[in-house]
């Protein structure tokens, strides 16, 4: 491979973290659920509550969210 295609389309796609959709399956929240109580900007104790997990989890899913979205697949453009 020449040197004035490297970094075109040269590495594959991948995600470095898991998903939000796999982050929330293991946390045993619904997804769909997860983003519409960010949507309608539910406070970090009524989610913990409403999905019957600790406080401290729902931030880091909330805080994964707004810094990654909702996957951070990197590479291949």
């Not at 998903?19 to 929330?24: F, G, N, R, Y």
């Not at 659920?33 to 900007?41: L, M, S, T």
Request: glycine letters at 10%.
């Amino acid at each position: 491979m020449s040197n004035e295609n490297l970094g075109k389309g040269s590495y594959p796609p991948w995600s470095r973290i898991p998903s939000l959709v796999e982050m929330t399956a293991d946390a045993g929240i619904d997804f769909d659920a997860f983003i519409a109580a960010i949507e309608k900007n539910h406070s970090l104790e009524s989610m913990a509550k409403e999905f019957g997990i600790s406080v401290k989890t729902v931030k880091n899913l909330q805080d994964h969210f707004f810094h990654y979205g909702i996957s951070s697949v990197i590479g291949g453009d």
